[in-house]
């Protein structure tokens, strides 16, 4: 399987965005989809975590009260959805699928990922 994000671009403070993110395979075997994000001189952070069975969802302190996160099966994706952004959020956004059984944030329980979309936010 493949992921593809995008919906990234550059945005004022306080603005919004949907990021996407598509499988082009079939994510059967696959537990959990998540967003991570990277920003400049920063190291890699989970953002948001959706499972593929139930639907349960998990967030990031920092992100909860802006951000949320979905699936649609159908779709076979998941989407970030970013409100009141802030220059915090720039970085680059990327989505990955887990196959582990057991629930994880870490980046190293995830097996595939997307090429990232940027997301800059200026003040």
């Known amino acids: 399987v493949q992921l593809q994000a995008s919906g990234g671009g550059v945005v004022q403070a306080g603005a919004s965005l949907k990021l996407s993110c598509t499988a082009s395979?079939?994510?059967?075997?696959?537990?959990?989809l998540a967003w991570f994000r990277q920003g400049p001189g920063k190291e890699r952070e989970f953002v948001g975590i959706?499972?593929?069975?139930?639907?349960?969802?998990y967030l990031a302190d920092s992100v909860r009260d802006r951000f949320a996160i979905a699936r649609d099966d159908a779709s076979r994706a998941t989407y970030l959805e970013m409100k009141n952004l802030n220059s915090e959020d720039t970085a680059v956004y990327y989505c990955?699928?887990?196959?582990?059984?057991?629930?994880?944030?870490?980046?190293?329980?995830?097996?595939?990922w997307g090429q990232g979309t940027q997301v800059t936010v200026s003040s």
């Open positions: 395979g079939s994510l059967h075997g696959y537990y959990a």
């Open positions: 959706v499972s593929l069975g139930r639907g349960n969802s």
């Open positions: 990955a699928a887990s196959s582990a059984a057991t629930p994880s944030i870490a980046a190293t329980a995830f097996d595939v």
